[in-house]
């Protein structure tokens, strides 16, 4: 099972929901070359034009983990995002 730690509080993370928590999904390679696509969207462009993988799954593993935040009612790339596309 997973831990609850991250971002996890639905007014920073609204797309948290509590199996997902539980699971503790990682931030793998595949969710990095997927991430990009989400950046600048609200939330209903993310429920509605992605699938659940590449979309609110990612959305709230990339929030969690820190590679993305919510601001303004939209997802955003964060400076540890940044920085790891800089490597």
Do not use: H
Request: glycine share 10%.
């Amino acid at each position: 099972m997973g831990n609850n730690k991250g971002v996890i509080e639905n007014d920073k993370n609204p797309f948290s929901c509590d199996p997902w928590i539980a699971q503790g999904g990682e931030f793998n390679d595949v969710r990095r070359k997927l991430l990009p696509a989400l950046f600048g969207k609200d939330e209903r462009a993310i429920r509605t034009k992605f699938s659940v993988f590449d979309g609110t799954s990612l959305a709230f593993i990339a929030i969690r983990w820190g590679y993305a935040r919510w601001v303004d009612g939209k997802i955003e790339a964060t400076e540890k995002w940044m920085n790891e596309q800089q490597k």
